[in-house]
């Protein structure tokens, strides 16, 4: 049984910083795709903010990219966000989510691309 736990998130003032993690549990027997995907408010779409896919390359949504680092310590079986120059925009819901198979190729299309979900943590910018 895999099981996944987010922490980190928060309230920031725009251009802030916060760190999210996701803590693994169970047996990860073999390399998965690891993401985060988040959920602004008032919409139903989940969107794919960033992924490590099995081959261990990194890909970013565009709005993303340059502020958010993404990145997995093994040791500790612990997936991290790391977000500076944060938005209000960036204001959602943020889950991870873990994979047995590639990572989708548009990051994130719907809840099925992802086995293994967190409760997620959230995460409020203002302006």
């Known amino acids: 049984q895999v099981q996944l736990v987010e922490s980190g998130g928060g309230s920031v003032q725009s251009g802030g910083s916060l760190r999210l993690s996701c803590a693994q549990y169970?047996?990860?027997?073999?390399?998965?795709?690891m993401a985060w995907v988040r959920q602004a408010p008032g919409k139903e779409q989940r969107e794919g903010v960033a992924v490590i896919d099995l081959d261990g390359s990194r890909r970013y949504t565009a709005s993303v990219k340059g502020r958010f680092t993404i990145s997995q310590d093994n040791a500790k079986n612990t997936l991290y966000l790391q977000m500076n120059s944060l938005k209000p925009e960036d204001t959602a819901m943020y889950y991870c989510?873990?994979?047995?198979?590639?990572?989708?190729?548009?990051?994130?299309?719907?809840?099925?691309?992802?086995?293994?979900w967190g409760q997620g943590t959230q995460v409020t910018v203002s302006s």
């Open positions: 989510a873990a994979s047995q198979f590639a990572c989708p190729k548009l990051l994130y299309s719907s809840e099925r691309d992802f086995g293994y």
């Open positions: 169970g047996y990860f027997y073999r390399r998965f795709c």
